[in-house]
């Protein structure tokens, strides 16, 4: 297993590139194979979970391979409709194979999808979705499996507001016969993102980002290139990253409309945040201030930074709560920061945290992609030496983070599984 070991204390300097949405590059992964020519996505990120995917394409008979940072795929070959279990199961952005293989095939046995452990994350509004357009589904032995002889235009009302089943049912619903209406979807600017490709490439869908979808069926989609919008959470762990840690940061490729709430929220706990003509910048001089964050569905505080967001308020002047309104169990890292000092009391769905003078490194454990970033923010902040395990979760979403701080001037290194420590925490 690798594993991080940062020394902290320093503040952060300097700019850096934010990369492209995972969450949206996996949605438009499985669009591009929706169609019958090849769609290029460029830049795409360098994480695993777009590893991963591009595996289960291949394994469909779609060609999916990269030049450089560009992610070419073609569906044209598609005639497979059982992607291996095992791999299905290792991320959630395999839930989408389910929506294509629907639309492209009318059949789909795949596995129930995998990702991170923040509680139970039932796919009832998916299926629900998939038998208003006439599809038969079953899930047997953890696989979902649904045929139809071809899919019908309904009117569905998303019953919880839901990122994944607004996707795939626009997924499913492009190559239906007749209208399909989402009621109550997902307003996310990933949901957007892949409307935007999926009509480049001759669907018929309109709403996107309003809380009513209409899409027209259409008999084939066709080829474009496109690029990926920023990823927003990237760019708001990076933000959160120079205000916990102090110091004057660039953050680049932002779309600064994406993160409203947070750049509010910083604001209110005392740091500078300039939007600049290609990006965000943020100061921070001082100890921060505690606020309280409520996580909720977009616009709302985002759930993916509410983990980065509790070490800031770990080590701010007074106390903050944290309320998680989105998934049930996302508070595993407040365990490992309390290793390291932190002060937090958990009941349900709140957190609070009090602000403890400094955080003090120690060994911990990455329990999912934002528990692990938040942990290495920790390690930033803390004094003396942290070491992150368990930090493939990290790679599932990040691209190559330790470089990316380093040009900031933090002391991260990757360590290979068993290596000697090289940091120490004895001065
Ligand atoms: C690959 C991907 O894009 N992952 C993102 C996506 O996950 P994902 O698409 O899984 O998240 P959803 O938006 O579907 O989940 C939101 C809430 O709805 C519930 N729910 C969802 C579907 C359903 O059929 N029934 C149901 O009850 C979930 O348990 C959760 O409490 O959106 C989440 C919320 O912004 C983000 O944290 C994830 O990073
Ligand atoms: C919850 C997340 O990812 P996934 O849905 O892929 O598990 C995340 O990116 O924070």
Not at 102 to 131: K, N, T, Y
Not at 252 to 279: F, S, Y
Request: one cysteine or more; glycine letters at 10%; proline letters at 4%.
């Amino acid at each position: 297993m690798q594993r991080f070991e940062i020394q902290g204390g320093n503040a952060l300097q300097g700019s850096l590139e934010v990369s492209s949405s995972k969450n949206s590059t996996l949605a438009l992964m499985a669009a591009a194979a929706l169609g019958t020519e090849e769609v290029i996505l460029n830049p795409v990120p360098q994480i695993s979970d777009v590893l991963t995917l591009s595996e289960l394409l291949r394994s469909l008979g779609a060609s999916v391979r990269f030049e450089e940072n560009a992610l070419l795929i073609n569906g044209a070959a598609l005639d497979r409709y059982q992607p291996p279990y095992e791999i299905t199961r290792k991320i959630r952005g395999s839930v989408y194979l389910a929506g294509l293989l629907l639309g492209r095939l009318g059949q789909a046995e795949v596995a129930l999808p995998g990702g991170d452990e923040i509680g139970s994350r039932p796919i009832d509004q998916h299926i629900r979705g998939f038998q208003a357009l006439g599809a038969e589904i079953t899930v047997e032995h953890g696989m979902l499996i649904g045929k139809s002889r071809g899919l019908r235009g309904a009117n569905i009302f998303i019953n919880r507001s839901s990122v994944g089943a607004t996707i795939n049912l626009m997924l499913a619903a492009c190559l239906a016969s007749g209208v399909t209406i989402l009621e109550n979807p997902a307003r996310e600017p990933e949901v957007i993102d892949t409307a935007v490709l999926l009509n480049r490439m001759g669907a018929k869908i309109r709403g996107a980002g309003t809380t009513r979808i209409r899409i027209d069926g259409v008999a084939k989609l066709s080829g474009y290139e496109h690029a990926p919008i920023p990823d927003r959470i990237e760019a708001g762990t990076f933000l959160i990253a120079a205000a916990a840690a102090g110091g004057d940061v660039w953050v680049t490729n932002v779309i600064p409309d994406h993160l409203r709430m947070l750049i509010a929220k910083l604001r209110e706990a005392g740091a500078g945040v300039i939007e600049t003509e290609n990006g965000l910048r943020i100061t921070a001089r001082r100890k921060l201030r505690a606020v309280d964050v409520d996580t909720d569905v977009y616009p709302g505080f985002a759930t993916d930074l509410q983990a980065p967001f509790g070490v800031l308020l770990a080590q701010a002047a007074g106390t903050g709560i944290i309320r998680e309104n989105v998934f049930d169990n996302r508070f595993r890292y407040v365990d490992e920061l309390r290793r390291m000092g932190a002060e937090i009391k958990v009941e349900h769905e709140t957190a609070v945290f009090r602000g403890v003078e400094r955080l003090s490194g120690a060994p911990v454990d990455a329990t999912d992609i934002r528990a692990g970033v938040a942990l290495v923010i920790a390690g930033l902040v803390a004094e003396g030496l942290t070491q992150v395990f368990r930090i493939e979760h990290i790679d599932r979403g990040y691209v190559s983070i330790e470089k990316k701080l380093r040009q900031l001037g933090a002391e991260i290194q990757r360590m290979p599984p068993g290596a000697a420590p090289v940091l120490s925490n004895n001065p």
